[in-house]
C-alpha cells in the first residue's frame, strides 16, 4: 500500500537538512511500528521518497513524501503514530492513499511557493524592488557547477512575486518558482535581488505544486486525478 | 540566554547548525526551576564526536532517571561557533534547555584523549566559569572529571574541583546525594570537597601537596589534611548485568560517531596487551547474561527507531555467548531493517565467521589489529597473536568475499628494531598476495585493497610501558618514511598518525601537575580542538613548554627509574605496581602472559584487594543467584 503525506518542518528543525531529516523521519517510521517496506539487497532501505529537498535553514508547511508499506494501514492511525513519534518540528499534516502506479513526486513537482520575510533597513522601497524583479527581462545568478560556475538566467522560472508587507521596518514577499528538473530557482537567489542579506532573512516554503496548464495542484490533488 | 538571538543570528552564519540545537528524539527536557539538582555533561569536542560516548549515554540516563536532577549535553563548539558566540557574548549552552554552562551545580567532563584537555579550558571559559579551580567561588559550579584520563588526572589538578576514578554508576548517585545534602546545609565549598573526598574513587586533588626534587621528579604526594585518602582506589561496579543501562537513547538529527543502538556486551579485558591502558584500568571481565541484553535491545530498538544495533565492548569476539547473542539478535530483527555490526574484532577465523553471518560488516569492512610486525615484538606487547592466526583470519575473510582489509600497527614500540618496522610491511604483503590468490579464484584479485594505518606507540599509565621513553619525533617519522617506502603498492593504502600529537599525547598522559602551567598558556595562545589536525599547532605547544621552562623530552623520552614517584601513584587502578613490574620485565624477556579469564590468575592484584572477581556469562551470575 502506498501512502502520500504533507508534512511540516518548523523552526525547531529548520537546521537539519535534507538528509538528516529523512533519517528522522525513517526512524520515527520504525519507533511508530508502522509496517514499511524495505528495498532488497545488503543494506535494505525503508521505501521512502521525498518531494523536493529543502535547504538548510528553510522551513516549510508543504513538504511532501511517498511511503510503502508492506501491509495495509489506515491512513489516520498512521498519521498519529507518526506525530507520537517524531521530535518536535516536524508535524504530518494529512495523507492519502496512492495507486502504485501514480508517478513519484520528484517527477511531477515543478512549482515551489516561497515567503521571505526580513528587515527593511532604511530607505529600502520593497515594493520598487519587486516590481524592478518583474521588469527585467532577464536575471543573472551564478551557479556553482562541477568545473566552472555557470551564468543562469533565472527570470522565466519566475511566475509572481508580490510584497505581502511593508512596514515597521519589516517587509515579506510572496515567490512562485519554477522548481525540479526542468529549471529551479532557489528563493535566495531572488532574496538577492530584492537586496536582502539571505543570513538576515526568514525563508518559507509555503506550497509545492504541479502545473496543470494554468491550475496549480497540489501533490495531493493529483492523487486523486 | 537569548534564544531568538542564537536561532535567528548566530546559526544561519555557522557550519553544520544542526549540532547546536537540541531538541532530538528522547532528549530530556526537565522543569529548570523545580529540579534541586542540575548536572551538565560536557564532552570536550563537537557534538559529532560527543555523541558517540557510551559512557555519557549511560550517565545521562541514571541521572535523569532521578527525580531530584536533571542531566544536560553541552559540547564544545567549532571555531567558527565559537568566534560567533564570543562577538555576541553568547555563553556555551546547554542543548536541552539553553543554559549557561555557569548555571549548572555540578559540570562532569569526560577525559577520553590527552589533545582535548585544553578544550576543557576554553569550554569552563566560554561558559563563564573560572578556569582555576581555586579561583570558583559559592556561585560556580563544582567541576568534575571522570573517564579513562582519571587515571593521571594530574595536569588537570588546577582546573577540577574533583575527579571520579573508576565505574560512574554508582558514584554519581553518591556525588548528587552529597551535593544535594551540602546544598540543604549552605556551607562552604570546601566542606562539600572535604565530604567528597571520603567518598570511595573521589580524588580532590587540591587536597594533595606534590613535592619535587630539583630534577623535577616527584619525591612525594601527601594528603594536606587528615581524612584524606593517601589513594584513591577506583569504583567497580561488579554485577554490571543488573547495573543500570539506558533504555533510551538521544537519537541525532545530523550524523554523528557510533550513531547506532550501543550493546554494552561486557566491560573489561585481561588479555594483557602491555601498551594497552583499557586492558589495565577497565578489569575485571564482567559479561552481561545474553537474556540481559535482548532486553536492553529490545526497549532500546522501540524507543530509538534506530536501523543498527552494535555489539560493543574492549574485545566483543571474546564475550563469552557471542554466538548466542548473534543468533538471538538475528532471529529478532533479521527482517525488521535493524543491523547488527560488531566493531572490535578478535583477529581469528571464529570472528570472520561470526562477521560473515551479519550483512552489514560488508559496508562497514573488517579491521584487524595485529599491532606489530614480527612475533618477536608481538611477545613483548603480549599481543598474542600469530602471523598464522592473521593469515587464517584473512584467508576466512577473502574466502567469504570480503575484497578490502584494514590492518591496524603501532610504531615506536618498546625494543622495535627497523627489523619489526619491515615486518609490518612483510605482513601486510603477505596479506596482500592470500587475497590476490583467494579472490582471484573469481576473477577479483585486481579489487583486493589493503589499508595499513600505523600509530604512534603512545605510553600510558597504569600499563607495564609506564615506565619506558617514548621514541622521539625524528625516530618515529624516519620509521613512517621506511614504512611508506616498503609498502608502495597500488593495492595498499597506508596512513599514518602525526608524531608530534603522539608526542603530546606522552606528555600529557604521565606528566604531573606542573604541566598545568602549559596547558593553560597553551589555551591562551589559541590551543583548542587539537585533535583536529587543522587546529594543531606543535610550534605553539613548544612555545608554551619554553615559556614555562619544561621540557617535554623531559615526560615522554624519559625513562623512568622502577622506584620513582610516578604522577599517578595515588590513584588505584587496582593492579598493583609490582604486577606491572614483572610484565615489564617479561616483556623485555619476551615471556607472554595468559588471559586471566581463561588460564587462572596472574596475580594483578585487583581481584584480592578490591573483592571483586571475572565474571563470565559461563560461570554463574550474582543476579541468576
Ligand atoms: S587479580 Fe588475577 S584474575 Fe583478577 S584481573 Fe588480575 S590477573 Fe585477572
Known sequence: MRLRARFLKEDAVRFISHLDLARTIERAVRRAGLPIAYSQGFSPRPKMAFGSALAVGVTSSAEYIDMEFADEIVVEDCLSLMNQNLPTGIRFKEAVEIGPELPTLMSVIDRASYILTGNLGQNQDLGLKVQRILESEVIWVERPGKKQTRQIDIRPWIFSLEVLKEGAGVGSAALLVQTGSRGNVRPEEVAVHLSWDITRIRIHRSGLFIARGSRLLSPLDVAHC | MNQQRLLDEILPRVTKPGRYIGGEWNAVRKDWNNTPVKFALAFPDIYDIGMGHLGYKILYYILNQREDTLAE??????????????????????????????????????????????????????????????????????????????????????????????????????????????????????????????????????FYQVKYDETGVIQTVTPTRSGIPPRVQKRVVQDLDSAIYPMSLVVPYIEVVHDRIMLEVMRGCTRGCRFCQAGMIYRPVRERRRETLLKHAEALVKSTGYEEISLASLSTSDYGDIQGLIQGLLAKYGDCGVALSLPSLRLDSFSVDLADEIQTQRRTGLTFAPEAGTQRLRDVINKNVTEEDLLSAATAAFKAGWDSLKLYFMIGLPTETLADVAGIAQLTRNVLRLGREI????????????????GCFVPKSYTPFQWVAQAAIEELEE?????????????????????????????????DRRLGKVLYRAWQAGSRLDGWSEHFSFSLWQEAFAAENLDPYFYSHRERNKGEVLPWDHIDAGVSKQYLLEEWAKALAGEVTQDCRYDGCSGCGLCPTFGVKNLLVGGGHPSEA
Open chain 2, 439 to 454: 579472490r582471484g579464484l573469481e576473477r577479483k584479485a585486481g579489487r583486493v585493497k589493503i589499508s595499513v594505518s600505523v
Open chain 2, 479 to 511: 620509521k613512517q618514511r621506511y614504512l611508506r617506502g616498503l609498502l608502495s603498492d597500488r593495492a595498499i593504502s597506508f596512513s599514518w598518525t602525526d608524531a608530534e600529537k603522539s608526542l603530546l599525547e606522552a606528555v600529557i598522559a604521565r606528566g
Open chain 2, 73 to 206: 549535553r553541552v559540547y564544545a563548539p567549532w571555531t567558527d561557533m565559537e568566534a560567533r558566540m564570543r562577538e555576541c557574548e553568547l555563553p556555551l549552552f546547554s542543548l536541552e534547555t539553553r543554559h549557561g554552562l555557569a548555571d549548572f551545580d555540578l559540570v562532569g567532563f569526560t577525559l577520553q584523549y590527552e589533545l582535548s584537555y585544553t578544550g576543557i579550558l576554553n569550554m569552563l571559559d566560554l561558559g563563564g566559569i573560572p578556569v582555576l579551580a581555586a579561583e570558583r567561588s559559592l556561585r560556580d559550579p563544582f567541576v568534575v572529571g571522570g573517564g579513562p584520563g582519571v587515571f593521571n588526572p594530574e595536569p588537570l589538578a588546577a582546573f577540577f574541583d574533583l575527579f571520579v576514578i573508576g565505574d560512574g554508576e554508582e558514584a554519581i548517585h553518591d556525588l548528587v546525594d552529597l551535593y544535594l545534602n551540602w546544598k540543604r546545609n549552605g556551607s562552604s565549598r570546601e566542606t562539600l570537597l572535604l565530604q567528597a573526598a571520603a567518598i570511595p574513587g573521589v580524588y580532590v586533588p587540591r
